[in-house]
C-alpha cells in the first residue's frame, strides 16, 4: 500500500486497524508481524508505535471493537423491532445473521484468534461474548414463559442457534446465487423451526 499523504492519527490508525485485520485474517495472528502492517500501510515500522501499543493491544482493540459493535447494533435492532416476543426474537436473528455476513474478517478474527489473547484481554472478550449471548438467552426464556417457545435446555439452545448462524461468514459470497435478503429470511426460520411451538 503507498504512504497515506497528507495523513492525520485518525486516518493512519484507521488504516492500520483496516489493514490488520486483513492481514491476521489471511495469515493469523502469530503470523502477522508488525513490520509487514506497516509496509501494508506505507508507515515506517518505527512509526506504528504512535498508534498502538503492542501487537497484542492491537489484537485486543481489534476484538472489543468488533464485540462492542456487534452489542451496540443488536440493542438497536431490538429496540427498532415491534413489541413482541417473536418480532424482537425475529430482530435479534435477522440481524445476527446480516453482521455475520457483512463483517468476515472481524467475525474470524473474534472467534479463531481469542486464544492468542493474554489472560486479562481474554477474560474481557469473553465477558462481551457473554453479554451478547445473554440477550438470546433472555428472549427465549421469555418466550417459553409465553407458551410461544417449546425449549429443553435455554444455554445449549441459544449456543446451537448461534454456531448455525455464525457459520454462514465462512461460506457467504456476495456472488453467490441468493440475495442477502434471502439468505437472512431461510437462516432466521431454520433457527426458529426448532423451538416454536406447534
Wanted: glycine share 6%; aromatic share 6%.
Amino acid at each position: 500500500m503507498a504512504r497515506i499523504t497528507g495523513s492525520n492519527g485518525a486516518r493512519t490508525a484507521a488504516a492500520i486497524r483496516q489493514a490488520a485485520l486483513g492481514l491476521i485474517y489471511r495469515q493469523g495472528f502469530a503470523a502477522m508481524n508488525l513490520r509487514d502492517l506497516a509496509a501494508e500501510v506505507g508507515i515506517q515500522p518505527s512509526s506504528l508505535y504512535n498508534h498502538i501499543t503492542s501487537k497484542q493491544a492491537l489484537l485486543f482493540d481489534l476484538m472489543q471493537e468488533h464485540m462492542q459493535t456487534l452489542l451496540d447494533s443488536t440493542d438497536a435492532a431490538l429496540a427498532a423491532a415491534g413489541p413482541g416476543l417473536m418480532e424482537r426474537l425475529r430482530a435479534f436473528l435477522a440481524h445476527h445473521v446480516l453482521y455475520h455476513m457483512e463483517r468476515r474478517q472481524e467475525v474470524y478474527i473474534a472467534n479463531f484468534e481469542l486464544r492468542a489473547l493474554d489472560p486479562p484481554n481474554h477474560r474481557q472478550i469473553v465477558a462481551m461474548r457473554q453479554d451478547y449471548e445473554a440477550r438470546l438467552m433472555a428472549l427465549l426464556e421469555e418466550g417459553v414463559a409465553l407458551g410461544e417457545l417449546v425449549v429443553g435446555d435455554i444455554p445449549v439452545t441459544a449456543y446451537a442457534m448461534l454456531a448455525m448462524l455464525t457459520g454462514i461468514c465462512t461460506w457467504y459470497r456476495p456472488s453467490g446465487r441468493l440475495e442477502k435478503a434471502e439468505l437472512v429470511a431461510l437462516h432466521t426460520e431454520l433457527a426458529l423451526n426448532g423451538i416454536r411451538r406447534r
